[in-house]
Every structure is written in structure tokens, then in C-alpha cells.
């Protein structure tokens, strides 16, 4: 799987963002697909990811209710809506996609578990 990450920027504290990353050309029913960020200085860090079958989400607690995580499936593209955004929020943010085998798998955090990565877009979030 090839992906492709864009839409970064720099963005001023409170205004938003939408992040997309598309993938190569096949069926994704059995993937998951995740965002994640790193942080100078710091470790990657998991954002959010989805359920490709059935649109399922899951989030870390610093991005509920302001970043949302969608998936066209047409366009075998995800995207990620980043709102209200804070300084602390800037980062250089990856997709990754986790092949599962299967519909029903939990989706999970684990940077690990992902076995293919974009390249990473940067976002900038000025205070």
C-alpha cells in the first residue's frame, strides 16, 4: 500500500485544518487507517483511526471533539478535520494503514500494528 499525505500548514490557534491522505488503488475493507504525529523533539503519538468497512472511529483524548477522522471511499482517500487547533497540536502528521484480514478487528493505537506509512505532512499551529 502507497500513501500520500497532504494539506499541512500553518494555521493560526483556534482555526482548522483538513488533512487528506490517499491511498494506492485497491480494496481497503479489510484495512484500518490511521493518523499520527511526532512532535520535535518528542515520539510519534497516535491521533485517530478508522474501521475502512464501516467508518469506525477511535481517538486519543487530547483530539476528541475537535479532530474528525472520515474516509471516501470512491477516492480510496481519508481525511482528517483538525478544528479548534493549539500550538500543541503542531506536529509532523503521518497516515499508516493496517491490512487486518478481516472486517470486525479492533482498531488500536499501536504505532506497530501499522505497516505502511505516507511520508508526513507538516502542521504548524501559531499561538
Known amino acids: 500500500v502507497q500513501l500520500q499525505a497532504s494539506g499541512g500548514g500553518l494555521v493560526q490557534a483556534g482555526g482548522s485544518l483538513r488533512l487528506s491522505c490517499a491511498a494506492s488503488?485497491?480494496?481497503?475493507?479489510?484495512?484500518?487507517m490511521g493518523w499520527f504525529r511526532q512532535a520535535p523533539g518528542k515520539e510519534r503519538e497516535f491521533v485517530g483511526a478508522i474501521r475502512w468497512s464501516d467508518g469506525t472511529t477511535y481517538y486519543t483524548d487530547s483530539v476528541k471533539g475537535r479532530f474528525t477522522i472520515s474516509r471516501d471511499n470512491a477516492k480510496n482517500t481519508m481525511y482528517l478535520q483538525m478544528n479548534s487547533l493549539k500550538p500543541e497540536d503542531t506536529a509532523v502528521y503521518y497516515c499508516?494503514?493496517?491490512?487486518?484480514?478481516?472486517?470486525?478487528?479492533?482498531?488500536?493505537?499501536?504505532?506497530?500494528?501499522?505497516?505502511?506509512w505516507g511520508q508526513g505532512t507538516l502542521v504548524t499551529v501559531s499561538s
Open positions: 488503488g485497491r480494496t481497503f475493507s479489510k484495512y484500518h
Open positions: 499508516a494503514a493496517r491490512w487486518t484480514g478481516s472486517t470486525r478487528v479492533v482498531l488500536t493505537a499501536a504505532p506497530s500494528s501499522y505497516g505502511s
